[in-house]
């Protein structure tokens, strides 16, 4: 059987690199090429991954793409998908799906209309840890979910991430999205109502650094998110994802990145660690090119990105207004 | 002497007896329980008349359930006993308004149990802020977690005697950011208690502070066993961090399975806010926990239960005696 050819769209975001190395593994998959509006940084990734740079999507899509991986800066989400749409690739889209309602909804009906899958990349819902605690949670173990405290923290990301043009928010946009979706996974309900603390008093940039949420769920489990970019510089990791979740009959707890070694180097001056923990990545990926092969429905939807993206927006709407905020959001006028 | 009387005789009660067994100078002069019972249980002789005890001491320690604590720290500040009251000050705001005006008429010293702060690991989490080891704090996370705690007729499953976790447990958290970051702007927070199960309670809450702090608090009491303590501040210059999960300096290994992991200190944090408590009363010292403090992780507690009950942010109101 054919090869599924596949292209990367955009190197903005760094997930593009992670993506691109499991295409490179994947036997069934053939890596195409790249097209970036950003030349220099397209032309040096494709150097150094050993593909094709396409300098405009026209040469890009003239190569008859079975499917994109878009990982465009959040705000050029819509542009990129319409071009994908129009060639007929299916897409996996980087989170957040867009910087709002209205530009991601467009992107489910072009996707829709053109007659493509369109895919949300939530690559944590491949993270062995969080996969093996759904199933316990289905399972009975610990009776019905009460109560979930999670965190997404962070250091200060590079780039167009603090440009809010570009990336649509800050810590609390890039973050609650992957909470938000997880959690809907588990629970299988929406979220009804947010209410979230947000500022930008660690780096003094114009863009929210850090923040709380607190939120409800449809059937009243309530859960906390904090979603901040307050690793600093010297911190050992990157970041973290963790889940205490209270149940009726007990408790599980979830700490994705836990898995790690620990690395003192005199060049960095500090204390780091590594990861030995599986890669979730490579799931994400192998999962939306089984899609394309087999004609499998997405495992994560573009309805799945939106529905996360709201209560991301829900929780800049109860900040703004200092008070709780029900989903659905109200359509803008 | 100080003759101190000890008003409860449950967990707490029992541990401030230890504690003032251990200062020179102090002699308990009698212990009153609802249930004298348990007293004769410990060997020890009981007060039949609590009203005869407040006459008889000097001081006057309160450590039963929380609804009652107004009436025994009035008795006792009225006719001039210094009162040490385990927390939370009292149940209700209303309490805590009379209890606030009783102390300014007979001048009265209340110091109540916010024994967080004489944690050694508290005290240098503070201290480290204070020294600009985060530069300007921004976000707090601070957890308290443990199973749900055993007491005579299980008051603590009763919502309107104790509060249930928020005013119990969270209370020390939130004295603890009081202590560290002043006054509180708003709060918000979710609890179990529409699931009306027994022997069950937890409770999550955002805080944000005047001083522009956001703070998450989780309380627990839905653990199956053990316990558990975390705090980390995170600001413009760094972060800093303290989980009871920390490696212990001194752990023991049973034959049978059974492990204790224990951070043995020269003082422990009950003893240190008793000696505070006698110092205060002896020589006029100010113990670190000051009843305003505890007045105002009061109403924090309450403003946080207020947003349970009617969903929505409570902002922080002044009281009547501020």
Redesign the interface.
């Known amino acids: 059987m054919n090869k599924i050819k596949i292209g990367v769209m955009s190197f903005a975001h760094m997930h593009a690199f992670n993506y691109s190395k499991c295409l490179k593994k994947i036997h069934n998959a053939e890596f195409t090429g790249i097209y970036d509006d950003n030349a220099k940084r397209g032309k040096e990734m494709a150097g150094l991954l050993g593909v094709k740079f396409f300098s405009t999507e026209k040469k890009f899509f003239a190569e008859k793409l079975n499917g994109v991986i878009i990982c465009s800066e959040n705000s050029k989400h819509l542009s990129m998908t319409a071009s994908a749409a129009g060639a007929k690739a299916h897409i996996l889209c980087e989170k957040p799906i867009s910087v709002n309602l209205k530009d991601a909804n467009k992107m489910i009906s072009l996707a829709n209309k053109a007659g493509i899958k369109f895919m949300t990349a939530f690559p944590c819902r491949f993270i062995p840890s969080v996969v093996k605690a759904r199933r316990l949670l289905d399972s009975g173990e610990i009776g019905r979910i009460l109560a979930i405290k999670a965190t997404n923290h962070g250091s200060l990301p590079d780039g167009w991430f603090t440009d809010k043009k570009l990336s649509g928010g800050g810590a609390v946009l890039d973050h609650t999205v992957h909470v938000a979706d997880l959690l809907r996974w588990f629970t299988r309900r929406e979220v009804r109502t947010v209410y979230a603390e947000i500022d930008r008093s660690i780096y003094n940039k114009k863009i929210d650094d850090c923040g709380t949420l607190l939120f409800e769920f449809e059937n009243g489990v309530f859960a906390s998110l904090d979603p901040s970019w307050s690793r600093p510089k010297s911190f050992p990791v990157w970041g973290d994802l963790t889940m205490d979740i209270t149940g009726e009959k007990g408790n599980i707890y979830i700490d994705a990145f836990s898995e790690i070694i620990d690395v003192y180097d005199d060049k960095t001056g500090k204390h780091s660690c590594r990861s030995w923990g599986s890669d979730a990545y490579m799931g994400l990926v192998k999962n939306f090119v089984d899609m394309i092969l087999y004609n499998r429905t997405p495992f994560i939807s573009g309805y799945d990105g939106l529905k996360a993206l709201e209560v991301a927006l829900g929780a800049y709407e109860s900040a703004a207004k200092k008070k709780v905020i029900e989903l659905p959001l109200k359509a803008k006028k | 002497m100080l003759k101190v009387g000890i008003i409860g005789f449950g967990k707490m009660g029992r541990k401030h007896l230890e504690s003032f067994k251990r200062i020179p100078g102090v002699s308990i002069c009698g212990i009153f329980d609802a249930s004298p019972g348990k007293i004769q249980e410990a060997g020890l002789k009981t007060c039949p008349d609590y009203k005869h005890l407040i006459k008889e001491c000097d001081v006057i320690c309160i450590a039963t359930p929380t609804d009652t604590h107004k009436q025994y720290i009035l008795e006792a500040i009225a006719v001039g006993r210094p009162v040490f009251v385990e927390k939370p000050l009292c149940r209700t705001v209303e309490e805590a308004e009379e209890v606030m005006q009783a102390v300014k008429k007979y001048k009265a010293k209340v110091m109540v149990g916010h024994v967080v702060r004489y944690f050694n690991q508290y005290a240098a989490i503070k201290k480290a802020i204070a020294d600009g080891c985060v530069g300007?704090p921004?976000?707090a996370?601070i957890?308290r977690c443990s199973k749900f705690p055993k007491a005579s007729n299980n008051w603590f499953n009763s919502r309107e005697k104790s509060g249930g976790v928020i005013l119990d447990l969270m209370i020390h958290d939130i004295d603890f950011l009081i202590w560290c970051f002043g006054d509180v702007e708003?709060v918000?927070?979710?609890d179990?208690g529409?699931?009306k199960?027994p022997n069950m309670d937890?409770a999550?809450?955002?805080i944000?502070f005047k001083n522009?702090v956001?703070?998450?608090l989780?309380a627990?009491w839905?653990?199956?066993g053990g316990f558990r303590a975390r705090v980390e501040v995170?600001?413009?210059?760094?972060?800093v961090n303290y989980d009871s999960r920390h490696p212990a300096s001194l752990k023991v290994e049973h034959s049978d399975g059974n492990v204790i992991r224990e951070n043995p200190v020269d003082e422990n944090a009950n003893q240190m806010e008793i000696r505070e408590f006698v110092e205060y009363v002896l020589n006029d010292e100010l113990p670190k926990t000051t009843l305003h403090d505890a007045y105002e992780a009061l109403k924090v507690s309450l403003a946080a239960l207020e947003s349970v009950k009617s969903?929505?942010?409570v902002k922080l109101r002044r009281g009547k005696s501020e």
């Open positions: 300007k921004a976000v996370r957890t708003r918000y927070a979710k179990i529409r699931e199960i937890y999550l809450a955002v944000r522009g956001i703070a998450h989780e627990s839905a653990l199956s995170a600001g413009t210059e760094g972060l969903g929505a942010v």
